[in-house]
């Protein structure tokens, strides 16, 4: 049986990415895609003071980590980026988890979980 891949995309705020960053490669995550975008949650933005003018502001910037892996386990990654990520605070950020159909490696043309995992070292 085909082994199940999943994505892992994470939204948070920036600054702790590189502590998340490291945490991902101690367990085996093997390739990552940081994106910048802009987004909100249920608050749907914050209200700004700017020059004494109130203005809302409906997106703000955060970065999407994508991941997508085979044997590692979904929930280690879950349980990483809350524990590095929470600070109990609006804004933390969210997890989305998807399953990945088909993954090739370009170079070689290898598919799915060998196109995963590391084939030179
Ligand atoms: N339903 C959603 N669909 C797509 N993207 C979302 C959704 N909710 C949140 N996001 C993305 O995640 C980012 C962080 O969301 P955020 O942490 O504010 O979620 P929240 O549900 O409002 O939780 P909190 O109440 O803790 O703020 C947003 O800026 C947006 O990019
Ligand atoms: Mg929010």
Do not use: W
Request: aromatic residues 4%.
């Amino acid at each position: 049986m085909a082994t199940k891949m999943s994505k892992v995309s994470i939204i948070t705020r920036r600054e702790k990415f590189e502590e998340l960053r490291i945490k991902l490669f101690e367990i085996g995550v093997e390739g990552m895609t940081l994106t910048e975008v802009e987004g909100c949650g249920v608050q749907k933005g914050i209200d700004l003071l700017i020059r004494g003018v109130k203005k809302h502001i409906y997106l703000l910037p955060k970065i999407k980590v994508d991941i997508v892996v085979s044997t590692v386990p979904v929930q280690d990654i879950i349980d990483i980026a809350t524990k590095v990520l929470q600070t109990g605070e609006i804004g933390d950020g969210k997890i989305f988890v998807s399953e990945i159909k088909e993954v090739i490696r370009i170079r070689t043309g290898e598919r799915n979980e060998a196109a995963l995992i590391n084939s030179i070292d």
